[in-house]
């Protein structure tokens, strides 16, 4: 069995160069419906099936761009450091990023400059070769901010959420900030009141009172190819 993360074999047409430059397109039309009140999947839908998109095509353009009100919003609540602080991490949302990252499956460079991916979880998880090195790009990159406390949060309802805790633990041993490894059943709600939160996901980042793009750094840090499915001003 194939062990890459999110990868499809039909990603080299959904994200071609002829592709692209249509999804650029499509992605304009929803960001201007976006800009005028109408709901995400609502836009995408309609716009979607007006450029005759992939789910994959649809999925990556969603979870790309934002209202202009998101982007002002997640803008003014990300922080460039973590010295000293105590960090809240989605732990499956970024670890699994991580895993794509280290697969050289598909990566997305969006509009409010975090790095999304396709795969998806949808309950299920295993881990694969390529945890382990995402589990140490994580912890590298949080001893380099120099973190004092990293609190993992793990959902419950999802497969094999206690292997990546003891894995988690175990890799985490090596590193000198203190480490809480939870599973929870509501992860998402839970970091809505957090700062210094670690995550990707739109919903969080609109909740959220801070957060840190610890993703983008991992990327650049190992120089990961990334696409980018809107058009840039």
Known sequence: MNAKRGYVPEDERYFSPAA???MKTASRHICYLLNEGYDLKQASTFVGNHFVLSERQRLAIARSVASNEQLKTRKAKEKTSLEGSEVWIDGFN???TLE?????SILFECMDGTVRDLAALRGTYRIIPETEKAVHALFDTLKEQNVKTARVLLDEPVSNSGRLKTLLAEIGE???????????KAVDSTLWDKNNVITTDSIILDHCICWFNLIKICV??????????????
């Open 100 to 104: 794509v990252m280290f697969s050289d």
């Open 174 to 184: 090596e590193y000198p900030f203190d480490l809480d490894i939870q599973i929870l």
């Open 20 to 22: 692209i430059k249509t």
């Open 220 to 233: 650049q840090k190992h120089c990961a190819k990334t696409f980018c499915v809107w058009e840039k001003e």
């Open 94 to 96: 970024t670890v699994i």
